[in-house]
Nanobody
Framework: QVQLVESGGGLVQAGDSLRLSCAAS????????MGWFRQAPGKEREVVAH????????YYADSVKGRFTISRDKAKNTVYLQMNSLKPEDTAVYYC?????????????WGQGTQVTVSS
């Protein structure tokens, strides 16, 4: 299994930027994809972005497209989420997740989350 630890959250003003990091350890050699999810108060957890580990193919939710960028450093087993032009509606706990193999139906490894708060 994969262990994930997020960092980089904080309190910022609207329009500011943050960069989240997620360090993976353990059985990372079979990882197919990693992603970022978020959950705001009173809302369901939603996907933000994910990235295929080998080739770097990416997906973004419409709500963050053009503002957020997901990337990974394969040598460091680390995935990043660069968040620009932050809005109050981006306020949420952000979770890193891993899809362990190409045949896995879901993201099954999760970090404990990092809080992002955007004030107006």
């Amino acid at each position: 299994q994969v262990q994930l630890v997020e960092s980089g959250g904080g309190l910022v003003q609207a329009g500011d930027s943050l960069r989240l990091s997620c360090a993976a350890s353990g059985r990372t050699f079979t990882t197919y994809a990693m992603g970022w999810f978020r959950q705001a108060p009173g809302k369901e957890r939603e996907v933000v972005a994910h990235i295929e580990w080998t080739l770097g193919r990416t997906y973004y939710a419409d709500s963050v497209k053009g503002r957020f960028t997901i990337s990974r450093d394969k040598a460091k087993n680390t995935v990043y989420l660069q968040m620009n032009s932050l809005k109050p509606e981006d306020t949420a706990v952000y979770y890193c997740a891993a899809r362990p193999t190409v045949t896995s139906a879901d993201f099954t490894s999760w970090g404990q989350g990092t809080q992002v708060t955007v004030s107006s």
